[in-house]
């Protein structure tokens, strides 16, 4: 019903930044779905980084984890169907693999998103 694909993912010093994106399509796919940002770690859980709520129209709610405020902003633009994250002042822990996520409901869990994307490897060197 709805496909996610990342992209921009790559190798970063610390300190530098990157820009993922993650195309979204379907038949079912609304500006009203919640659309957000988790990673993954080898042998960890998937945790939440940020995500977007629908308000009403063209506006949205954004959301971050505290480990990322201040230096990763999320976007999207609904004319492309495409979120963003921009992540700026990278950190070697910022390492894993990040997820595009979607729903008709969600925020900050990973079990309330029904839709996800294939991940895109992100690394940060130091």
């Known amino acids: 019903q709805v496909q996610l694909v990342e992209s921009g993912g790559g190798l970063a010093q610390d300190g530098g930044s990157l820009r993922l994106s993650c195309q979204a399509s379907g038949r079912t796919f609304s500006r009203a779905y919640a659309m957000g940002w988790f990673l993954q770690a080898p042998g960890k859980e998937r945790e939440f980084v940020a995500a977007?709520?629908?308000?009403?129209?063209?506006?949205?709610?954004?959301h971050y984890a505290d480990s990322v405020k201040g230096r990763f902003t999320i976007s999207r633009d609904n004319a492309k169907n495409t979120l963003y994250l921009q992540m700026n002042r990278l950190k070697p822990d910022d390492t894993a693999v990040y997820y595009c996520?979607?729903?008709?409901?969600?925020?900050?869990?990973?079990?309330?998103?029904?839709?996800w994307g294939q991940g895109t490897q992100v690394t940060v060197s130091s």
């Open positions: 977007t709520t629908w308000i009403s129209g063209d506006m949205y709610n954004g």
């Open positions: 996520a979607a729903g008709s409901k969600g925020k900050s869990n990973v079990h309330e998103y029904d839709y």
